[in-house]
Structure formats: structure tokens, C-alpha cells
């Protein structure tokens, strides 16, 4: 049995975009792929994206954010890395070394979401959405590799 292939989602503060296609990956992509997130400026993850995640099935309830530094010390490898920050921010994403292909997804940031509860929460159903449709697409091209 190959390896599962390594793959990184990256955003400025691992609290939303990121953890969610970390999370899509994972339950999707099946042992053939290993999938991780981690932030420039790591912060807390969103409640609301924990709250959106879970009404799909996924439970963020427990996790934490990761810092891409640490990624960097710890020496740690992937195939893939792919930039889920808005366009104008990627220069906030730090480049990856031995990255076979680096990808950019821009998605609206979460935490930026204006609007009563009702309109967020809306905005970042279609995120999420749009997150988990990408993925799949991404696995539907990526599933012989």
C-alpha cells in the first residue's frame, strides 16, 4: 500500500476556511490522503464555523487551531499545499518548501462576515459549501494520482 499523499490548507488565522477543508479532505478523501491545516496567525476557531460544520456532520468542537511555523520546525512534508485566504492576502501565506503543487482557493473570510446572525450564519453555509464542493471536485481529479 502507497502512502497517503500530504496535504495542507492554509489561511491567515486557521479559525474557519482552513479547518473546514481540513475537515472535508479527512472525512471525504479516505486513506489515500492525509489532510492538515495550520494559520499565519493562529486564533481560536470560529463558533459559528464549529456550528455550520456540525449541522453537515463534522465536529470542530475540539480542535485547535495550528500555527504554520510550527509546521516549518517540525520539518514536515506535503504534496500539496493549498492557500484558502482571500486574493490580496496570499502574500500573508508563507511559501512551502518541497511542495509538489501549490493551489489557491480565495474564499470570503469568516470572521469578516457582516449582517444580523441569520445573514452570517447564511454567508458561511455557502462557504462551507463551496469549501466541500471543491474538495470534492479536487478528489474527483486527484483519485488516480
Same mark, same amino acid.
Given at each position: /500500500? #502507497? @502512502?497517503?499523499?500530504?496535504?495542507?490548507?492554509v489561511?491567515? $488565522?486557521?479559525? &474557519?476556511? #482552513?479547518?473546514?477543508?481540513e475537515?472535508?479532505?479527512?472525512? =471525504?478523501?479516505?486513506?489515500?490522503?492525509?489532510?492538515? #491545516?495550520? &494559520?499565519?496567525?493562529? !486564533?481560536?476557531? @470560529?463558533?459559528?464555523?464549529? !456550528?455550520? /460544520? @456540525?449541522?453537515? &456532520?463534522?465536529? =470542530?468542537s475540539?480542535?485547535? #487551531?495550528?500555527?504554520?511555523?510550527?509546521?516549518? +520546525?517540525?520539518?514536515r512534508?506535503?504534496? @500539496?499545499?493549498?492557500?484558502?485566504?482571500?486574493r490580496?492576502?496570499?502574500?500573508?501565506?508563507?511559501l512551502?518548501?518541497?511542495?509538489?503543487?501549490?493551489? $489557491? *482557493?480565495?474564499?470570503?473570510?469568516?470572521?469578516? =462576515?457582516?449582517?444580523?446572525?441569520?445573514?452570517?450564519?447564511?454567508?458561511? !453555509?455557502?462557504? +462551507?459549501? +463551496?469549501i !466541500?464542493?471543491?474538495?470534492?471536485? *479536487? =478528489?474527483?481529479?486527484n483519485?488516480?494520482?
Amino acid at each position: /500500500m #502507497s @502512502q497517503p499523499r500530504r496535504v495542507l490548507f492554509v489561511c491567515i $488565522h486557521n479559525s &474557519g476556511r #482552513s479547518q473546514m477543508a481540513e475537515a472535508f479532505l479527512n472525512g =471525504l478523501g479516505g486513506p489515500a490522503f492525509v489532510a492538515e #491545516s495550520a &494559520g499565519v496567525i493562529p !486564533r481560536p476557531i @470560529q463558533p459559528d464555523v464549529v !456550528r455550520v /460544520m @456540525q449541522e453537515v &456532520g463534522y465536529d =470542530l468542537s475540539g480542535v485547535e #487551531s495550528d500555527n504554520i511555523v510550527d509546521f516549518f +520546525r517540525e520539518g514536515r512534508l506535503y504534496e @500539496q499545499v493549498i492557500y484558502v485566504c482571500e486574493r490580496g492576502t496570499e502574500k500573508d501565506c508563507p511559501l512551502f518548501p518541497g511542495v509538489r503543487q501549490t493551489l $489557491h *482557493w480565495p474564499y470570503p473570510d469568516p470572521a469578516t =462576515l457582516a449582517g444580523d446572525e441569520a445573514k452570517r450564519l447564511a454567508a458561511l !453555509r455557502e462557504i +462551507r459549501d +463551496r469549501i !466541500r464542493e471543491r474538495v470534492e471536485d *479536487w =478528489l474527483a481529479a486527484n483519485a488516480g494520482d
